[in-house]
């Protein structure tokens, strides 16, 4: 059974919610104070990519003997983990050049644990169910790169420099590669039924998790921006 067969009509369904989040997070007014929040967040959540997408990779070397779907899976695994590789370190600049030194202290409370809900559940799938899970997560996370008409007017929509808004800037081009790079192995991976409906159940939880994230950090508000 094509991956793509369950997966994609449940993006399809579930994408709207998160692109009107996102939209609102980039529209609502006092960007700029909310907007070291939304580095801190996707910090928490970039940095559990790689680690990610190298356990499944590992994983899919325990798959049983003839899944036909633990050589693309490893593969594409271990190729977006190098690419993904050292893009926390990119928010941690671009925290750094608004003067944000820790990022863990803009995530207290529901923040914090719908990071960790997010990431963590994707281990739980990929070591106790299958590694293909995590293909519902990315695809959730990459289906919804920033506009680029948007990343290019942020610096004077905000106040911060340009130098703040290098990962923001970098995503809106990559992800959309990396977009077609994953549609394009749904449409070949070989998957079990019960493995393709758990891959779309889990972009399903990974979009409405991603749309309450977003939606919270469009709620933030501060008397006064982090200076």
């Not at 070291?36 to 967040?41: I, R, S």
């Not at 919804?144 to 929509?157: I, M, N, S, W």
């Not at 979009?207 to 921006?225: D, Q």
Request: net charge negative; charged share 15%; hydrophobic share 50%.
């Amino acid at each position: 059974m094509a991956a793509a067969t369950l997966v994609r009509p449940v993006l399809w369904l579930t994408s709207p919610a998160v692109q009107a989040a996102a939209h609102t997070l980039w529209t609502a007014p006092r960007l700029r104070e909310r907007y070291p929040a939304y580095l801190a967040a996707m910090h928490g959540l970039i940095r559990a990519s790689v680690p990610l997408m190298e356990a499944a990779a590992q994983r899919c070397r325990l798959l049983p003997p003839g899944d036909p779907s633990a050589g693309p899976l490893a593969r594409y695994f271990g190729t977006h983990a190098e690419e993904e590789r050292g893009h926390d370190d990119w928010l941690l600049e671009d925290l750094a050049v608004i003067g944000v030194p820790q990022p863990e202290t803009l995530l207290a409370g529901d923040l914090g644990d719908d990071i960790a809900a997010l990431a963590g559940a994707q281990y739980y799938l990929i070591r106790h169910y299958h590694p293909a899970c995590l293909l519902g997560y990315i695809a959730v996370l990459e289906g919804c790169p920033p506009d680029a008409a948007v990343t290019g007017r942020l610096p004077a929509l905000t106040g911060w420099p340009a130098a703040a808004f290098r990962t923001v800037a970098e995503h809106a081009a990559l992800d959309l590669d990396h977009q077609r790079d994953l549609d394009a192995l749904l449409g070949v991976l070989t998957l079990s039924p019960a493995v393709t409906a758990a891959v779309a159940r889990n972009a399903a939880f990974t979009a409405v998790r991603a749309a309450r994230l977003l939606r919270s950090l469009a709620g933030l508000t501060w008397p006064e921006g982090p200076s």
